[in-house]
């Protein structure tokens, strides 16, 4: 009985000796893709990773924190000002030493994930996948950290003190501090890791549920489990990872609207404009020049702008990324405020539409100084 079952521990032990199969070599597509992954951390070298957004009833727009791998910026003036009311401690780059090494972080991370490319085993991807969630693990408690500090450690002479309470900023998603709602997400490079990270663990889960066959010594080629269960799903979450970036453009209610700049009702569905900020908030207005003349008297930080948008002249109603579109300025061209630029989204629209108004042909920029500059 007992030679029985030493004889079935021997068998299980030759047939299966890895269970977890760390030793299997990994597909060729897998191989790239950790090599693209890893050569995608090398963004958040430029791109910020975090992003904390205040908003209170005098900020209308809000104020917002932008974390670099090396840097704050953003309203770090306006936060700090605020902050010293409240006994909090100033914001400035010197007091996080995390930014010094930072970058070496990544070239670790990056430099990692080329080896495990390159060695193509699964003991490789399982420790750069491990090291990943590592970092996001440490990056996360020292964000907590430093906001449970920052947050707690006042100024007893400050020249607000409200009993009992801390201003610690949120980890991860919303908190109502005093008037203020705080939201605190990944920026750009934080969505970048993520998907790194994801990617990483859908290639692992892949080699791991569906391992790499290959056939006994001089029988021919390896047979490769076909890459219809890999291609797929990294491509839906490409899909997905681009359209958390992508915009839509937002809903004028026309007649009904009032310009945010002129306080006219927006009738024009030729001239109709939009912005929409950082925040998602909409600003409709009546007309390219009323939008551009409010961001350019400060009402609007430039910063605070993310997405602008202007009404198709050729195709009535329908609102186009104004940074890309072709513009056409005419004295023929009566818009509601007298700026006479039109906006069209082909070179072919405006084109057509200078056969009957004469005029400049501008781009972006140009259509902005001259709106301005009226």
């Known amino acids: 009985m007992i030679e029985h079952r030493r004889g079935i521990a021997r068998r299980c032990f030759v047939f299966n000796p890895d269970p977890y199969m760390t030793a299997h070599p990994l597909r060729p597509v897998s191989r790239a893709l950790i090599a693209i992954a890893a050569l995608a951390i090398g963004a958040l070298l430029v791109v910020p990773i975090w992003r904390i957004d205040l908003q209170a009833p005098q900020y209308p727009e809000g104020l917002y924190l932008q974390i670099f791998h090396d840097r704050f910026e953003g309203d770090v003036r306006n936060i700090n000002g605020l902050n010293h009311y409240i006994g909090m401690a ?14 070496y972080a990544f070239y670790l991370l990056i430099g990692w994930g080329l080896l495990a490319a390159a060695i193509g085993r699964r003991a490789a991807l399982f420790s750069w996948l491990m090291s990943l969630y590592a970092y996001v693990i440490w990056a996360m408690w020292d ?17 607000i003190k409200v009993e009992g309470m801390a201003y610690q900023p949120p980890l991860f998603g ?32 892949v080699e791991w549920r569906w391992p790499r066959k290959t056939k006994p010594a001089g029988t021919g080629a390896d047979v490769q489990t076909p890459a219809t269960v890999v291609v797929p799903g990294l491509l839906m979450l490409a899909c997905l990872l681009s359209a958390c970036g992508s915009a839509a453009p937002p809903t004028i209610d026309y007649g009904k609207a009032e310009c945010t700049y ?43 702008v993310r997405n602008w948008w202007v009404c198709d002249h050729a195709h009535p109603g329908t ?10 300025a ?44 009226r």
């Open 90 to 103: 100033t914001i400035e780059n010197d007091m996080f030493p995390e930014f010094a090494i930072m970058r």
């Open 262 to 304: 002129c306080r006219m009702n927006v009738m024009d569905k030729q001239f109709a404009a939009a912005i929409v900020t950082v925040h998602g908030r909409t600003y409709p207005f009546d007309s390219p020049e009323c939008m551009a003349q409010h961001v350019a008297d400060g009402a609007i930080a430039e910063a605070q």
């Open 319 to 328: 609102l186009i990324d104004a940074t890309n579109a072709f513009y056409l």
């Open 143 to 159: 964000m907590y950290a430093w906001g449970y500090k920052y947050g707690h450690d006042l100024d007893p002479h400050a020249a």
């Open 174 to 205: 919303h908190k109502q501090l005093l008037n203020f709602d705080a939201w605190s997400l990944p920026d750009t490079g934080g969505w970048v890791l993520f998907g790194v990270i994801a990617i990483a663990s859908l290639t692992w889960f």
């Open 330 to 373: 005419s004295s023929s061209l009566k818009s509601p405020m007298n700026g006479n630029v039109a906006a069209f989204a082909s070179a072919q629209d405006r084109t057509a539409a200078a056969a009957t108004h004469q005029g400049e042909e501008l781009d972006w920029s140009g259509a902005r100084s001259r709106l301005t500059s």
